[in-house]
């Protein structure tokens, strides 16, 4: 499990260093890349000046917030004042039985014991995983990043098989009810037992189920990789290394170096 982040999860005076994995997978999305038509080669973005077609660097001390057509500029030391007094973790609110209404979740993540956690930190872990079996907990948390805005997002902590479970919910909107058509008791009926015709049982329904878009696509990708005009190899310019841990980097790095001597050997 890859975790996106590094945060602590915070009650009273307890301060327990966790990673926050997310739940969802997107082992169904299909990502393009752009090529250049001059050297088919990987496209670089640079970032223009509106104004003056002036090139400007990747990172920028001014930043704006767009209401309608105008533009308000903030600096750091704007951004920093609002995010004063939000810290990056998860702080619990409080603890609750079932039946707290959750309106709407819109996101899901795990939280297992962080790298630096020590023998303590994860017997702490057990005893909040212990505890969130009869209770569950609302909290605040923030995924702050680098000169960024501090969105503090509304959580539930729950206990499944897995571990510590975090749902990111939100407060739901107040909608214009859609008027009410009248029925008969004869259409009713006659609909329901459509619906009854038509019903699908749980998981074993979604692990059977297909997207024929993605296979489709696969198949595609297994053909070209058998004519040798059709694969050529991208070098990238440079190499990031990323600031987390080193060996997963190296890993990553030769995964990527294999992947070029197959792409190679079909040639």
Do not use: W
Not at 227 to 254: C, G, Q
Request: hydrophobic share 35%.
């Amino acid at each position: 499990m890859k975790a996106i982040s590094s945060l602590y999860l915070e009650f009273k005076s307890i301060s327990l260093p966790v990673s926050i994995v997310p739940c969802g997978t997107t082992e169904n999305h299909i990502n393009l890349v752009g090529l250049s038509e001059c050297c088919q080669s990987n496209r670089k973005m640079r970032f223009i000046c509106a104004s003056c077609s002036h090139e400007l660097p990747f990172k920028t001390s001014l930043k704006a917030y767009k209401l309608g057509k105008e533009l308000i500029k903030l600096t750091d030391e704007d951004i920093n004042k609002v995010n004063e007094g939000i810290s990056k973790g998860i702080q619990i609110l409080g603890f609750f039985k079932d039946g707290f209404n959750i309106e709407q979740v819109i996101k899901s993540y795990l939280l297992i014991p962080d790298k630096k956690a020590t023998l303590k930190h994860k017997k702490i872990y057990q005893l909040f995983r212990n505890a969130l079996k009869d209770y569950s907990a609302l909290c605040l948390f923030s995924l702050r990043t680098t000169n960024a805005l501090n969105s503090l997002h509304i959580g539930i902590l729950k206990t499944i098989p897995e571990g510590i479970s975090l749902l990111e919910i939100i407060k739901k909107r107040d909608l214009e009810p859609v008027l009410s058509e009248n029925t008969t008791n004869d259409e009713n009926n006659l609909f329901l037992n459509l619906v009854s015709n038509n019903r699908i049982y749980g998981s074993d329904e979604l692990n059977k189920l297909t997207l024929s878009n993605i296979e489709k696509f696969n198949q595609l990708i297994e053909q070209k990789l058998k004519n040798p005009n059709e694969v050529f190899i991208v070098e990238a310019t440079t190499t990031e290394i990323k600031n987390t841990d080193l060996l997963s980097d190296l890993i990553e790095l030769n995964e990527k170096e294999l992947k070029k001597e197959a792409i190679k050997n079909v040639n």
